[in-house]
């Protein structure tokens, strides 16, 4: 099979919009910080240096009481390497963000932007550089 070569003109149309729609709402319940979705049941928080973290997931099936499948998971655990496979590189992976105050860095998302508009936000509390409360507005969304 041979392949077409694809060029691009200089000035290429506007991309068409994709719609995301669901029109009797999702899947997921939330009360607080805590997400059912299906059968899984999990607390989402927000930790000022590791940033998102899962904490206390669990798997219920049937009439058997829920069985704990991760006791905290961070964003920040996942290695990813990537890139040359030198020795000048293994030190890097694709979220390599334990170290740099991940939490601390995180903005408030945009219904439309970041996520969709019926997306669920959530908005979680950090400590700031004095210890006391700071609320951060849109931390989270959640959406299928």
Known sequence: MRWAKLTCPASAPPALPVIISAPRGGNARIVGHEVAWDNWRFHLKLDRRF????????????????????YQGYASEMSVP????????YYRSYMDIGEYGFGELISALEPGTDCPRRAAFLDATLPDEAGKPALKQHAFCLFE
């Open 82 to 89: 990537y890139m040359d496979t030198s020795e000048a590189w």
């Open 51 to 70: 940033g998102p973290v899962l904490p206390l997931v669990r798997w219920a099936e049937d009439n058997l009481p829920p069985r704990l499948v991760l």
